[in-house]
Structures are given as structure tokens and as C-alpha cells.
């Protein structure tokens, strides 16, 4: 089983940039589809991006496409989520998962393994 580690969280103000990492260990995760979710307070968790094993297939959520990018490094085992033009409702608790095991890939409880989550808080 992979283990998944978020970090690059933190505080920054409406229009700001951060850039998350995820990093994978136990397994090379070379051939599996990655995502991003978040969830914010009182919310359900959502779908933000995934990207395919190579790396040349990303979608998006429409709530974010445009200013944030995913993007994979498989020779470290590491997955990134560069956010740019951040708002106020992007505040959320960001998740990398891997293992899709199919069906809806927007949907979280199609997503096997998860990472503990790293808080993004965007002031205005």
C-alpha cells in the first residue's frame, strides 16, 4: 500500500500563490492515477484534478481551472498542485489520493488511498 504525505499548506491572502507536494512512498506510483481533493469546513470533500500516469492528461474542476496546474514527478514518486490567483473559497483542507478503482472519478469513495491533508487558508 502507498503512503501519501501533502505538505506546502499555509496561509497567504486573496490572489496569492501556493504550491502543494505529495509524496508517495512504499510503492512507485508511476502507473496509477493521481488526484487532488479538498474539503472545507462543513463541506463535502471535492473533486479539484487528476492526472494520468504519464502525465499528459489532466482534468480540472471548473472552479479551479485556469489557476491552479497538477503535475507529476514519477522518477521521485511525487505529485504537485501549484495554485495561483487564490480566492477566499479555495480555503480548504487539500488531499492527494491515488488507486482510482474506477466509476465516477470525480468521486472520493472511488479513490483508494489518501494522504492526511494540509490546511490552505486564503484571507480577503
Known amino acids: 500500500q502507498v503512503q501519501l504525505v501533502e505538505s506546502g499548506g499555509g496561509v497567504v491572502q486573496a490572489g496569492g500563490s501556493l504550491a502543494l507536494s505529495c509524496a508517495a512512498s512504499?510503492?512507485?506510483?508511476?502507473?496509477?492515477?493521481l488526484a487532488w481533493f479538498r474539503q472545507a469546513p462543513g463541506k463535502q470533500r471535492e473533486f479539484v484534478g487528476t492526472?494520468?500516469?504519464?502525465?499528459?492528461?489532466?482534468t480540472y474542476a471548473n472552479s479551479v481551472k485556469g489557476r491552479f496546474t497538477i503535475s507529476r514527478d514519477n522518477a521521485k514518486n511525487m505529485l504537485y498542485l501549484q495554485m495561483n490567483n487564490l480566492k477566499p473559497e479555495d480555503t480548504a483542507v487539500y488531499y492527494c489520493?491515488?488507486?482510482?478503482?474506477?466509476?465516477?472519478?470525480?468521486?472520493?469513495?472511488?479513490?483508494?488511498?489518501w494522504g492526511q491533508g494540509t490546511q490552505v487558508t486564503v484571507s480577503s
Open positions: 492526472i494520468n500516469p504519464s502525465g499528459d492528461t489532466i
Open positions: 489520493a491515488a488507486d482510482y478503482t474506477g466509476g465516477n472519478i470525480y468521486e472520493q469513495s472511488r479513490w483508494m488511498n
Open positions: 512504499g510503492r512507485t506510483i508511476r502507473n496509477s492515477q
